[in-house]
């Protein structure tokens, strides 16, 4: 059974004389999300100070699904391709009801076709930190400390001020900003007081990760009310190195301590996989969720971002996905803060953004538990009801819900969008993700890069950013609506912001100024 994978080295600079030193970023949490986000601010240019409680990659019953959405994050960030090499690639889903072995309804979780990345990888936690840490170890301006735990904060005006505990010894730090990282039990949102809002279900689950041979394909099936769990409902994803993770619900008043037992799980798995099936224990633990996120993700100089900010259930793959849209986010926006481009106040931006992010994920999460695990007779025989329909009405399948997994949320209010000029558009409205298309041997999405671009149809003028011309690639004229002339404005965490049918570089201008905070 795995543990963990050792840390054999430091990255950056002995903490060891550093006592009172004071920071310019500290991100506390080496998780993919805090990793993520250093490797942001690494990248461009920024000093980044990491603390990780442990001193080792921990294993374990994590994050395994990654969306599209992310893949295309860490594409950006240059370890894109390194995650997809690694991960398991799927794209179709199956749903399962009862005794039938045949699915009552699949579904293609990538219905725009030719983009560079699947719909989704499966790939266990550990592996991302691993790529992740491998990555920063580029960038002499990121010290990652390992086993340096923060016990105390002082949140100023003007930055913060925390206590480390570390194997050395205890000592201070100061830093400009601090972005907490550090999980659902975030030491630092209980440090300065703050909780979560929301739902806690009722429910409990198991997740049993096993180590087996098998030619399952690379798809996620769902059981609801199967012959090995009935009552409940059951899921079954492939990751790499020939492990599965199979989830069954448990229902409520359970020990949970004599649910991992293995004489209580190995009936599971072979009632679900079949007697004659060999695996391995390679991970068993029971969980409960919630559905709660903080009021606010600013707070002064200490800014939250993914589970310390918000907690979704795991079913639809909306926990580390939303945490990477959060850092996708707010990298470049504090990028200008930290150069004096924007004010403060321009984070205010990451607020709305994050939060509207964070909201639609729990709306959706919280929707998908409902359907699984009906409360009451009544949403019972509503479930019910669409199951039976789903498998010969395809009316019916779109309210089936195993659980909507994760996609990129738009931002139709973002203060940072420029409304269209004209009403004729179809396309990508600004506040939405840009769309990937092949383009010119290589990928849309590549080529914009992390900073401002203009993706123009034949347009002549004068732009204050680079401009990519897209005459002649029909598909992408197509997909974002782009008649002869026209022009359309993405921001550096790759959104839309402005799109015009007649641009002007005094249109692009202001539309570029609202972007970066001058009217947030």
């Given at each position: 059974m795995t543990t963990g994978?050792?840390?054999?080295?430091?990255?950056?600079?002995?903490?060891?004389?550093?006592?009172?030193?004071?920071?310019?970023?500290?991100?506390?949490?080496?998780g993919p999300v805090g990793l993520s986000m250093a490797l942001d601010l690494a990248r461009r240019g920024r000093k980044v100070t990491v603390l990780s409680r442990l001193d080792f990659i921990a294993a374990g019953s994590k994050g395994i699904c990654y969306s599209k959405r992310s893949l295309d994050i860490w594409d950006r960030l240059g370890v894109g391709q390194a995650m997809v090499d690694r991960g398991v690639v799927w794209n179709l889903g199956k749903v399962f009801w009862g005794e039938s072995t045949t699915p009552i309804y699949e579904f293609d979780l990538l219905p725009v076709k030719d983009q560079r990345r699947p719909a989704f990888i499966n790939l266990q936690q550990y592996h991302v930190e691993a790529i992740l840490v491998d990555a920063l170890a580029q960038y002499p301006n990121v010290d990652i400390r390992w086993g340096h735990e923060l016990t105390a904060l002082d949140a100023r005006a003007d930055g913060v001020s925390v206590t480390v505990e570390a194997p050395g010894g205890r000592y201070t730090l100061g830093a400009d900003w601090l972005i907490a990282c550090d999980g659902n039990k975030s030491?630092?949102?209980?440090?300065?007081?703050?909780?979560?809002?929301?739902?806690?279900?009722?429910?409990?689950?198991?997740?049993?990760?096993?180590?087996?041979?098998?030619e399952h394909p690379a798809e996620r099936w769902f059981w609801f009310d199967p012959p090995f769990n009935p009552g409940q409902s059951a899921l079954m994803h492939k990751q790499p190195d020939d492990v599965w993770r199979l989830d069954f619900q448990l229902g409520w008043n359970i020990d949970r301590e004599a649910a991992m037992r293995p004489e209580n799980v190995e009936p599971l798995v072979r009632a679900m996989l079949g007697d004659e099936i060999e695996f391995e224990r390679e991970w068993y633990s029971v969980y409960t969720f919630q559905c709660r996120r903080m009021q606010r993700f600013v707070h002064g100089h200490v800014l939250f971002a993914g589970d310390s900010a918000h907690l979704v259930s795991p079913f639809g793959a909306r926990g580390a996905n939303g945490g990477l849209a959060d850092i996708d986010n707010l990298g470049w926006k504090l990028e200008r803060v930290l150069d004096g481009k924007a004010p403060e106040s321009f984070l205010e931006s990451y607020n709305h953004e994050?939060?509207?992010?964070?909201?639609?994920?729990?709306?959706?999460?919280?929707?998908?538990?409902?359907?699984?695990?009906?409360?009451?007779?009544?949403?019972?025989?509503?479930?019910?009801a669409v199951l039976s329909l789903a498998g010969e009405h395809p009316f019916a399948r779109p309210f089936v819900n195993s659980g909507r997994l994760s996609t990129a949320v738009s931002y139709p209010a973002s203060p940072l969008s420029t409304a269209d000029e004209d009403t004729d558009w179809d396309g990508?409205?600004?506040?939405?993700?840009?769309?990937?298309?092949?383009?010119?041997?290589?990928?849309?999405l590549g080529t914009l890069g992390g900073g401002f671009r203009l993706i123009a149809n034949g347009w002549q003028g004068e732009a204050p950013v680079p401009v990519i011309d897209v005459a002649g690639e029909a598909l992408i004229v197509d997909r974002y609506d782009l008649s002869p002339g026209s022009a359309c404005l993405i921001r550096p965490d790759q959104y839309v912001a402005a799109r015009w049918r007649h641009p002007s570089p005094a249109k692009i201008s202001a539309a570029i100024a609202r972007a970066e905070g001058a009217a947030a």
């Amino acid at each position: 059974m795995t543990t963990g994978i050792p840390v054999h080295r430091s990255i950056g600079a002995s903490p060891v004389g550093t006592d009172g030193a004071h920071l310019e970023t500290l991100i506390v949490g080496a998780g993919p999300v805090g990793l993520s986000m250093a490797l942001d601010l690494a990248r461009r240019g920024r000093k980044v100070t990491v603390l990780s409680r442990l001193d080792f990659i921990a294993a374990g019953s994590k994050g395994i699904c990654y969306s599209k959405r992310s893949l295309d994050i860490w594409d950006r960030l240059g370890v894109g391709q390194a995650m997809v090499d690694r991960g398991v690639v799927w794209n179709l889903g199956k749903v399962f009801w009862g005794e039938s072995t045949t699915p009552i309804y699949e579904f293609d979780l990538l219905p725009v076709k030719d983009q560079r990345r699947p719909a989704f990888i499966n790939l266990q936690q550990y592996h991302v930190e691993a790529i992740l840490v491998d990555a920063l170890a580029q960038y002499p301006n990121v010290d990652i400390r390992w086993g340096h735990e923060l016990t105390a904060l002082d949140a100023r005006a003007d930055g913060v001020s925390v206590t480390v505990e570390a194997p050395g010894g205890r000592y201070t730090l100061g830093a400009d900003w601090l972005i907490a990282c550090d999980g659902n039990k975030s030491t630092v949102r209980g440090l300065m007081g703050l909780d979560f809002e929301g739902r806690v279900f009722e429910d409990n689950f198991l997740i049993a990760d096993i180590r087996m041979k098998g030619e399952h394909p690379a798809e996620r099936w769902f059981w609801f009310d199967p012959p090995f769990n009935p009552g409940q409902s059951a899921l079954m994803h492939k990751q790499p190195d020939d492990v599965w993770r199979l989830d069954f619900q448990l229902g409520w008043n359970i020990d949970r301590e004599a649910a991992m037992r293995p004489e209580n799980v190995e009936p599971l798995v072979r009632a679900m996989l079949g007697d004659e099936i060999e695996f391995e224990r390679e991970w068993y633990s029971v969980y409960t969720f919630q559905c709660r996120r903080m009021q606010r993700f600013v707070h002064g100089h200490v800014l939250f971002a993914g589970d310390s900010a918000h907690l979704v259930s795991p079913f639809g793959a909306r926990g580390a996905n939303g945490g990477l849209a959060d850092i996708d986010n707010l990298g470049w926006k504090l990028e200008r803060v930290l150069d004096g481009k924007a004010p403060e106040s321009f984070l205010e931006s990451y607020n709305h953004e994050a939060t509207t992010t964070a909201d639609e994920n729990i709306l959706n999460s919280t929707r998908s538990t409902d359907f699984l695990t009906p409360k009451s007779t009544a949403s019972a025989a509503y479930r019910d009801a669409v199951l039976s329909l789903a498998g010969e009405h395809p009316f019916a399948r779109p309210f089936v819900n195993s659980g909507r997994l994760s996609t990129a949320v738009s931002y139709p209010a973002s203060p940072l969008s420029t409304a269209d000029e004209d009403t004729d558009w179809d396309g990508v409205p600004p506040g939405s993700p840009a769309l990937d298309a092949p383009f010119g041997g290589d990928w849309l999405l590549g080529t914009l890069g992390g900073g401002f671009r203009l993706i123009a149809n034949g347009w002549q003028g004068e732009a204050p950013v680079p401009v990519i011309d897209v005459a002649g690639e029909a598909l992408i004229v197509d997909r974002y609506d782009l008649s002869p002339g026209s022009a359309c404005l993405i921001r550096p965490d790759q959104y839309v912001a402005a799109r015009w049918r007649h641009p002007s570089p005094a249109k692009i201008s202001a539309a570029i100024a609202r972007a970066e905070g001058a009217a947030a």
